[in-house]
């Protein structure tokens, strides 16, 4: 089945830093969700952005598809931001559901 | 609105018993899928459904059974408990795979 890596595995950054966070898929994919798992484990939907690039708030991600790749960048990050970051993808084989990363564990100091 | 919703957040179970994970949506969705996650690990699917009557296995399916009566439910059952299964289970609902998904808050269940 199709492999999903995520880099850095885990990051601490001052509260007012930017970030990045990578996203590496082994295959082609017909969708790509990122999620914020907040600290009391809920699942937060951020973007659905199997191409190209979106922007809400502080937060915007960019898909190469063709580069199987996806980057989530956090500006201006805020305590709030601490938590793990998910990456899941679907391919289109094998069973009808997304396969995850392992995560990208943030933490915002103040 | 309600989205996906799961019943109970938490629960302990002896080895051996049996239990039954609630999951609803209220998007009319099609897709309906069970994950578990591991401390430090990404999400595993154990069980989806295209549709009412339809259930397939996903990766981590051993020691789980799943219904899909309605479109709107669809309950995950624990025959017989073991340590094993200790995790935390999310539902979540789609239109189909390539649309964007959508979780429940999550079951935390302690097996000893």
């Known amino acids: 089945g199709i492999q999903v890596e995520q880099s850095p595995p885990d990051l601490i950054l001052q509260e007012g830093a930017n970030s990045t966070l990578r996203c590496n898929f082994s295959?082609?994919?017909?969708?790509l969700q990122w999620f914020h798992q907040n600290p009391w484990g809920q699942l937060i939907n951020l973007f659905y952005?199997?191409?190209g690039t979106k922007q809400n708030g502080r937060l915007s991600a960019t898909t190469v598809a063709t580069e199987r790749y996806s980057l989530l960048y956090i500006s201006s990050s805020q305590t709030t931001d601490s938590g793990v970051y998910f990456c899941a993808v679907y391919s289109g084989g094998g069973a009808d559901g997304l396969t995850f990363g392992k995560g990208t564990h943030l933490i915002i100091q103040p | 609105n309600a989205g996906v919703t799961q019943t109970p957040k938490f629960r302990i179970l002896k080895i051996g018993q049996s239990m039954t994970l609630q999951c609803t949506q209220d998007?009319?969705?099609?897709?309906m899928y069970w994950y578990r996650q591991d401390p430090g690990m990404g999400l595993k699917l154990i069980y989806y459904s295209v549709g009412a009557g339809i259930t397939d296995k996903g990766e981590v399916p051993n020691g789980y059974n799943v219904s899909r009566s309605t479109t709107e439910d669809f309950p995950l059952r624990l025959e017989l408990a073991a340590p094993s299964q200790t995790s935390v289970y999310f539902c979540a609902s789609s239109s189909n795979p390539n649309t964007e998904a959508f979780f429940g808050q999550g079951t935390r269940l302690t097996v000893v």
């Open positions: 998007m009319n969705h099609n897709y």
């Open positions: 952005i199997p191409s």
């Open positions: 295959d082609s994919v017909n969708n």
